[in-house]
């Protein structure tokens, strides 16, 4: 597990701990929305419902005019889970749909094609549970991997990292991978306006932008498990790199960061 704290995190964290102590309650109970992307997924939305664990209290699938039965299947595997539909072009509108619609204390996100296990949630939840604001999956993280990652993608994701650790001062491992959970409390502090795969490189940096308290767990990336990838390395990887060079530290006003839940 990797982690960047801002300034003082550890004694806010020592604090929360004596205040769980001294309290006569126990904590309650966190609700968690899982949100899932999908277009053209029929075939891989069966194995996805079928793992996601029972902490998961609500689904909800963010449908791209999927031109096959995506809408069927996911209703027949899960009849509780919630469709909506896609508003804009791009994996980006896609999760800022789900993120929008979603109404859960926490907020996951995951990939509808089964390159991410949903038995990997319980980690994600643990550390936001236990005070961090945007937990992020690492494919570099002793324990994850990839069984999907390309030569070109991979030498990609390391330079846009480097770039990201040197802008922010970070240490973290991993960049272009869309595993990641975070306190919905924090969606405005995000201030999320990518509409294509960039969003989640525009996620990590924001959220180290605004001073949130960010982790990392080691995630495996499965191969996808039928059908072509919508990624397209190089000219996506130029959509992330345009978007980290204008998102830079001083590059325009920071967004006020949200009271509330800590």
């Known amino acids: 597990m990797n982690t960047t704290l801002p300034p003082g995190a550890q004694g806010r964290r020592a ?3 004596l205040l769980r102590r001294s309290g006569d309650r126990a904590p309650r109970r966190r609700t968690v929305s899982l ?20 902490c998961v209290d609500e ?11 995506t809408l069927r299947v996911a209703t027949n595997c899960l009849p509780a889970v919630r469709t909506v539909p896609q508003r804009g072009p791009g994996k980006g509108s896609a999760l800022r749909t789900g993120f929008a619609a979603a109404t859960g204390d926490y907020v996951v996100m995951i990939d509808a094609d089964g390159s991410m296990s949903p038995g990997e949630i319980p980690h994600y939840l643990h550390f936001l549970d236990h005070g961090y604001d945007f937990v ?20 990609g994701n390391r330079a846009l990292l480097a770039l990201v650790n040197r802008l922010y001062d970070a240490q973290l491992t991993d960049l272009c991978y869309g595993y990641c959970a975070f306190r919905r409390s924090f969606l405005d502090t995000l ?9 989640e490189a525009e996620m990590t940096a924001h959220a180290l932008r605004q001073g949130l308290r960010v982790a990392e767990v080691p995630s495996l990336e499965l191969p996808r498990r039928s059908g072509r990838s919508h990624l397209h390395a190089v ?28």
Request: a positive charge; hydrophobic letters at 35%; proline letters at 5%.
């Open 15 to 17: 604090d929360d701990r």
């Open 35 to 54: 949100v899932v992307p999908a277009r053209d997924e029929a075939r891989n939305i069966p194995w996805v419902f079928e793992q996601i664990p029972r």
């Open 59 to 69: 689904v909800v699938l963010v449908d791209g005019d999927s031109a096959d039965a």
């Open 136 to 155: 992020k999956g690492s494919r570099y993280l002793s324990g994850g991997g990839s069984l999907d990652l390309t030569t070109i993608r991979s030498l």
């Open 191 to 199: 201030d999320l306006r990518a509409t294509g795969f960039e969003i």
């Open 235 to 262: 000219s996506d990887g130029r959509r992330v790199l345009r978007t980290l060079i204008a998102e830079r530290p001083g590059a325009r006003p920071a967004q006020t960061k949200a009271v509330g839940e800590r």
